[in-house]
């Protein structure tokens, strides 16, 4: 009898091991916080109108998406990965190392980064200069010299006399955060760059100078839940806050945007360019697992249709800032046809 039970157990683990693993039968989503919501949107309405069934989303950050998104291929893994940043060579680079060799890159819109507070206190106008001096790690030597010192600024009234004296605190995204990404290289490195010495610095010292963000708690970081940063910001009507422009008009009752080099984070501003801490969008999908997981290609199909990316589409409504009509029928025609990613370590 023991013996007959170890053939049987045996048979059992050998067809267990050779079986194809079950397919999901819905679409698996992650990344970014910023595109979690118009990514909601489209998944909501694909679960309604669609036959299939709602795709499920978490948002874990630009960074940590695409780390899960470049994990492998397989059930276990994601399908599709939000991003309010384009892909980096080096997570390109680990995709393909880890079997990922078949990714759809779709340009999705435009968004901007708002620089907010409680509409219970008087609007800051700042400057990406003014930014720069209040967040970097490393700033010049008030003294005038060209050295670089130790952030010493506590106020911001220090930094600009024309500013309050309210004490810096500045609440934003985490290191895995496309937002935060986006925040460092336009208004902290376009700030860094008025200051002549600083830019005449080889590339990657200025990197290092431009990008590193003090850590002595004037900047906290508040994790990747930007709800979560407007609650901090009417519990405390001094800070401010950095997070995507949809979370500040969905919110425009409690918070408002500074105004940054002269304007204010709104949707024509941010679509003609003239709101300079403005990015791209894009979601990334996994070719590769289309006929395996349900839903895939039809998904980018309505994420793509007119009637949500479109000047008058649904997305618009919820605050992303439309392609233009050229770059969105180029843009939909590559996600629709599956075109698949080609990076060099050049971009």
């Not at 999705?108 to 507070?117: L, P």
């Not at 209040?134 to 220090?158: C, F, H, I």
């Not at 940063?229 to 969905?250: M, T």
């Amino acid at each position: 009898m023991t013996k007959r039970i170890t053939l049987a157990s045996s048979l059992l683990i050998s067809l267990s091991l050779s079986a194809p693993a079950f397919a999901r039968d819905y679409i698996s989503i992650v990344g970014s916080s910023t595109v979690y919501p118009f990514a909601t949107v489209v998944a909501e309405r694909f679960g309604k109108v669609s036959n299939f069934n709602t795709p499920k989303i978490e948002a874990t950050g630009s960074g940590g998406g695409l780390k899960l998104f470049c994990s492998g291929v397989g059930v276990d893994t994601p399908d599709i990965t939000n991003s309010s940043r384009r892909i980096k060579y080096s997570e390109y680079s680990q995709c393909l190392e880890n079997g990922v060799t078949n990714i759809v890159e779709v340009l999705i819109g435009f968004d901007g980064i708002a620089v907010a507070n409680s509409i219970e206190s008087d609007q800051y106008v700042l400057t990406t200069k003014d930014l720069y001096l209040a967040l970097a790690k490393q700033v010049p030597n008030p003294d005038g010299s060209e050295t670089l010192v130790e952030n010493p600024y506590l106020t911001w009234s220090q930094i600009n006399p024309e500013l309050p004296a309210n004490k810096i605190e500045v609440l934003g995204p985490p290191p895995t955060s496309g937002t935060r990404d986006a925040f460092v290289e336009l208004a902290m490195d376009g700030g860094c760059k008025q200051i002549p010495f600083i830019k005449a610095l080889e590339k990657q010292e200025r990197k290092a100078v431009c990008h590193t963000m003090r850590e002595d708690g004037a900047y906290v970081e508040a994790g990747e839940n930007d709800n979560l940063i407007v609650q901090k910001l009417v519990a405390n009507p001094n800070a401010l806050g950095i997070f995507g422009f949809s979370f500040l008009e969905q919110n425009d009752d409690l918070v408002q945007s500074s105004i940054i080099d002269g304007y204010e984070a709104e949707f024509d501003t941010i679509a003609d360019g003239d709101y300079s801490i403005s990015r791209p969008l894009y979601f990334y999908a996994k070719a590769q697992h289309i006929g395996t997981v349900p839903g895939i290609k039809e998904y980018l199909t309505e994420f793509t249709s007119e009637q949500a990316w479109g000047e008058d589409g649904y997305l618009a409504d919820k605050g992303m800032i439309p392609l233009d009509e050229e770059t969105r029928e180029s843009a939909g025609e590559l996600a629709r046809s599956l075109a698949p990613l080609k990076m060099t370590d050049s971009e």
